[in-house]
């Protein structure tokens, strides 16, 4: 399953569609499978990154701006790019990273702002990579927010912009998708917790 590059999947989709929770399992199925995968999250995945994180996930939406997220995201990017996705690909690992640019282009790019083409020349520019596989796990929003906002994790500033919110997000997933269906697959997020991880599963088998 992994070239010499190694192989970057991203789990992508709205707040408590279980992106973390098919991330872990599937690190784990790998694991199990004999590899040695690197499972990490945005924002965050490296000490500064998640220094930024702070910044962005707590306090009230109306915190930062659009504009503003566009550029703290992508820096905790650049360090998380460098300090760890980089060099595991350079070893040949697979990388399993809980969002990445996607999330940037709809929460950002589609809904705050007519901001994607900015977005995308900052990725060009700061980032240039794209994953190889992305699994975007999509569910109604409603349900999938009492599922965050039941964590109570104190990191709720995106939850807290509200359902309608949530709703444009889902679609903004969805057209991402069809954007890049060559590395984009949408996964039913509202099953059990093992039919997804199943069906993660075997995308992965056929895809890699
Ligand atoms: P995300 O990373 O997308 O925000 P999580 O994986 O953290 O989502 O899941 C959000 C909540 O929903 C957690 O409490 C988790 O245990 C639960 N959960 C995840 N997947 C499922 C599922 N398929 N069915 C029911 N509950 C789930
Ligand atoms: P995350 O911890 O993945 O939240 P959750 O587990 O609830 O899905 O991400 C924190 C929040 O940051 C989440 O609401 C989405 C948002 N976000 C952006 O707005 N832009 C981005 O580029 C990224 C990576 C996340």
Do not use: N
């Not at 499978?33 to 000490?47: F, K, N, W």
């Not at 977005?119 to 349900?143: K, S």
């Amino acid at each position: 399953m992994t070239s010499e590059e190694g192989l970057f999947v991203t789990f992508e989709g709205i707040d408590g569609s279980g992106k973390s929770t098919q991330a872990r399992l599937l690190a784990e199925a790998l694991i199990a499978a004999g590899h040695d995968p690197l499972l990490t999250r945005e924002p965050g995945g490296s000490p500064g990154a998640e220094e930024i994180r702070r910044l962005l996930v707590e306090g009230p939406p109306e915190r930062w701006s659009a504009e503003t997220e566009i550029l703290l995201f992508t820096a905790a990017r650049r360090d998380h790019l460098e300090k760890t996705i980089a060099p595991a690909l350079a070893a040949g690992k697979i990388v399993i990273s809980d969002r990445f640019v996607d999330s940037t282009r709809v929460y950002q790019g589609a809904v705050r702002g007519a901001l994607r083409a900015m977005v995308d020349e900052l990725h060009c520019r700061m980032i240039g990579r794209e994953a190889d596989i992305t699994l975007v796990i999509d569910m109604q929003a409603d349900a999938a927010l009492s599922r965050g906002l039941a964590r109570r994790s104190g990191e709720d500033r995106f939850e807290d912009f509200g359902g309608a919110f949530q709703q444009r997000l889902r679609q903004g997933f969805l057209d991402l998708a069809a954007e890049f269906p060559a590395r984009c697959h949408v996964v039913e997020g509202a099953r059990p917790v093992q039919d997804v991880a199943r069906q993660v599963w075997s995308i992965l088998e056929r895809s890699a």
